[in-house]
Each structure stands twice: as C-alpha cells, then as structure tokens.
C-alpha cells in the first residue's frame, strides 16, 4: 500500500530523493506504508528529472530528502520534487528535511555576507511547500525564515533512551563543546541527573572549522564527558573539545550528535584515543566506508514517522517532546 487513507478519503504519500533512500524506506515501514514509486533521474548535462508513477491529487504529500554530498544536487531535486506534487494537485505538501541546508548560514556576522537559510526556505516555499520539517536545527530562529508552519524535531529522546541504557553512571557529567549549545546540554544534565560543564572556544573568524583555545567551565576531573552537539562536520571542533576535557583529567569520552555529516578526515579524527565513543543519528547516509569502531548509528526513522503521522491526523507534533528542548 503506497498511502495511508483517513476518514473522507484522506491520503497520505511519502515521497523520497536519492540522497537517504534507506532512512525513507525505515520511515514508510514505521507507518505501514510504501514510498510512492518515482522516476528520477540525471540527465548527462546535471540537469535532474522527476515523475511520480502514481496519481497524488489530493495527497498529503511528504517529501523526505537527506541533504548530504552533493548538498546543492539533492536540494535540487528535493525542490522539483515538490514542483512535481503541486503541478500534479497535491493538496498539502510538507518537505521532510532531517538536517537543513545552509543551516550554519543563518545569520550575518560579517559584512556582505549571505543568510542561506532563509534563502533555502524561500527556495522550498517559492517550489510549493505548505510546511517544513526537520531535526535539530542548528539555530531556532530559522523556524521564522519560512511563512508557514515549521515543524522542528528533537532527537534528543532517541539519544537520550539510549544513554540511559548504555551510559548509566555516577560519574558523567554532560559538556556543552559552546556557549550556543548550553540551553540544550542543560536540558540533558536535568534528564540525566549530571552535573554540566561549559567548555569556551574562541575561534579564527577567517578559518573555518578550526578553533584556537578552550576554556573549561566546571569539574570534569575524573569524570565520564558526554560532549553533546547538533553536527559533525570534518571532526576537528569536537575532537579538540575531547582532547581538551582529557588534558584537564576527563575519565573517558563520549560525543553525542544528531547530524553526521563527516566530511574530509572525520572519520580518522574521530577515531583519536582521547575519544571513546561516538554516537549519531541516521539523519545523514553514513556509508560503510566512513563508520569506525567507536561509531554507533541509532535511528531516526521512528520520531520522523511519529511526527508525520500526528501531522497528517491533525495532532499535536509538540507534544511528542514534554517540553524537552
């Protein structure tokens, strides 16, 4: 069955690009669904073309694209996916984005400079899209940048179940790696009943990736870190967090994040002895080629299903949180 019908013939379709068909398929299992058989393809200039091999007017339409290397490719075909649906009469279309393009660009710190993320958002509603959605948006305000219901989904409960199964100890203490992330970390130590420390970067405005010093705020000296952040990029941020919380006498590290984009040499950096355990979300493909020892990949699938399903019933996507983030 490639849709869900309610009462008054209300249908249900989940569309997928080719970036993460994998985390689509997982999605569409937990609603008991099939992804809506697409053609698309592309063409030997780099132009892409898509068709759905089905009728979706009057659809509730859900376009789920991972926006993972070629960023700029997948984003393109997500847009045309939604031209697609509006051209084809779908009634509501809703763009499942786990992680937001451009998300780092969401604000001007220098002059001259773009804000992408609001340029993305445009770009998805100038396609079509009545709502977006996505998981752990590297800043709040981004909800503002679209005109029309955002849906902004917390990882934190998958991780957070998982931990509390596999990092049950009296000696963790939760590290937020910025001052930017210590809302967040602040909700995790309440939830796991640790103590928070803040760790200080300051960094090179003309490089990118790199920070210059840390400065550790709180007791982590014989402690258990779980480091908790939104992404991964190429590594190097976080992995010198690490190193600085075992110079200042850490027990262990754990990294917790819900978007591995692992670029470059993340997955080498990540593997250093000063880092213990990585664990992630499904958010972004991670090949075989980049997984490694200390790398556990939990799914996303569940909490994007759950919130599809309250959106398409009409429920309540906040409360599937209890105020956690």
Known sequence: MSGIEAAGQKKLVLVSGRAHPELATDVARELGIEV??????TFANGEIYAR??????????FVIQSHTQPINEWLMEQ???VDALKRASAKRITVVAPFYPYSRQDKKGRGREPISARLIADLFQAAGAHRIMSVDLHAAQI?????????HLFAMPVLLDHFKKNLDREDLTVVSPDMGRVRVADVWSDKLDAPLAIIHK?????????VSVHEI??????RWCLLVDDMIDTGGTIAKAAEALKLNGA????????HPIFSGKATEILSADFIDQVVVTDTLPVPEDRRFDKLTVLSIA????????????DGSVTSMFDGAA
């Open 36 to 41: 809506l058989d697409t053609d698309a393809r």
């Open 302 to 313: 569940p909490l994007i299903a759950q919130a599809i399903r309250e959106v398409f019933e």
């Open 202 to 210: 300051r960094r090179d405005p003309l490089v990118p990736n790199q």
């Open 143 to 151: 909800q503002g940048f679209f005109d029309g219901p955002v849906d």
């Open 251 to 258: 027990r262990g590290v754990t990294i917790a994040a819900t």
């Open 79 to 81: 847009l045309i996916m």
């Open 52 to 61: 759905f091999n089905e009728s979706v007017r009057g659809c509730d339409a």
């Open 217 to 222: 705020v709180g007791d982590v000296k014989d």
